[in-house]
C-alpha cells in the first residue's frame, strides 16, 4: 500500500468515518487544523483535481454536496466554515490523493496562512 487513503478506503488504516457512498469516503483528520477537520475523498484513487476530467464531474459534484452536508451535521453550517481541495505541492497538497478539506469552528482569514 502506497496511498495512506487508499489504505483508508480498504480498511487497512483506521479512521473515524464521518459519511459513505459508493464512491466516497469521508472522516475526521488525525492531524486537525480546526476543532472540526472532516476529510472527502473519492474511493477510487485519483492523484488531485488536475488528474480530473469530465467522467469525474459527477463524483466532484456529490463530494462537494457531502461537504454541504457535513457542515450540517457538524452544526458549523450557521457560523460558516471552509471547503479546500490543495492541488501539488506548492498548493499545499501534502497526500497525492484527491481530498476536500471541511474546516470549521475557528476564525478563517483570507489569504490563509
Known amino acids: 500500500m502506497s496511498c495512506v487513503f487508499c489504505g483508508i478506503v480498504s480498511g487497512e488504516i483506521p479512521s473515524d468515518r464521518v459519511a459513505e457512498g ?21 474511493k477510487r484513487h485519483i492523484d488531485g483535481i488536475a488528474a480530473t476530467d469530465p467522467k469525474d464531474a459527477d463524483l466532484l459534484g456529490r463530494m462537494l454536496l457531502v461537504a ?45 496562512g
Open 22 to 42: 459508493d464512491d466516497y469516503l469521508a472522516f475526521r483528520d488525525v492531524a486537525p487544523a480546526a476543532p472540526t477537520h472532516v476529510l472527502i475523498i473519492p
Open 68 to 112: 454541504s452536508e457535513i457542515a450540517r451535521q457538524e452544526g458549523i453550517d450557521e457560523s460558516g466554515y471552509r471547503v479546500v481541495i490543495n492541488e501539488g505541492a506548492e498548493g499545499g497538497q501534502t497526500v497525492e490523493h484527491l481530498h476536500i478539506h471541511v474546516l470549521g469552528r475557528r476564525g478563517m482569514s483570507w489569504p490563509p
